[in-house]
């Protein structure tokens, strides 16, 4: 009878576990979801990676993003920017490669960086402006419709020229880029 109890208990204790490691298997929805982007330019690409928060019913910039710190521009971690021919980024010479987004946003105005340690990522706190390659400043568009979800989009292109743009509740910045090479 020991035996037969001893099977039972441990057939039962194997289904719950069983039952356990498929209920953490099932995906559940994210409240930031990945989105990777690429976009043919010039002779080249933009590829980017960042994660997407929503608005929520929260105020954004000034409370959730507070105005002036240094923000990763996303959820998570810290956004990537990959450029795979020359660039100018504002006024900035850009050599190919991946760097991180950052950006100190403001009521009229964003500073936008690139940054090249991608080891950082979402810890804004370690932040060391000698591992900049870029530095712009940016004026804020009141956006006429709410975006309730983070967005970044390349926008207006050109052979040789294309915006950068960062949307989010009422609030758009456009980043120029630039290439004199041409299609």
Do not use: H
């Not at 204790?13 to 099932?26: D, G, Y």
């Amino acid at each position: 009878m020991n035996k037969k109890l001893f099977t039972l208990i441990a057939v039962l204790l194997s289904s719950v576990f069983l039952l356990n490691a498929q209920t953490s298997l099932r995906k559940s929805p994210v409240s930031s979801p990945l989105q990777k982007l690429s976009q043919g330019f010039a002779l080249g690409e933009i590829k980017i990676e960042y994660s997407r928060p929503s608005v929520k019913g929260r105020v954004i910039f000034g409370e959730l993003v507070p105005y002036d710190e240094i923000w990763r521009t996303g959820a998570n971690a810290a956004t990537t920017i990959e450029f795979t021919q020359d660039i100018k980024f504002g006024n900035t010479p850009i050599k190919p490669g991946v760097y991180a987004l950052y950006t100190i946003p403001g009521k009229e105005e964003w500073e936008v960086m690139l940054y090249r340690d991608l080891s950082l990522g979402g810890n804004t706190g370690s932040y060391d402006k000698a591992d900049e390659v870029a530095r712009l400043k940016v004026n804020v568009e009141e956006n006429q419709s709410k975006v309730e979800t983070f967005t970044i989009a390349i926008n207006n292109i050109t052979n040789s020229s294309c915006s950068l743009d960062l949307a989010w509740d009422k609030t758009i910045v456009r980043i120029p880029i630039k290439t004199e090479e041409k299609k």
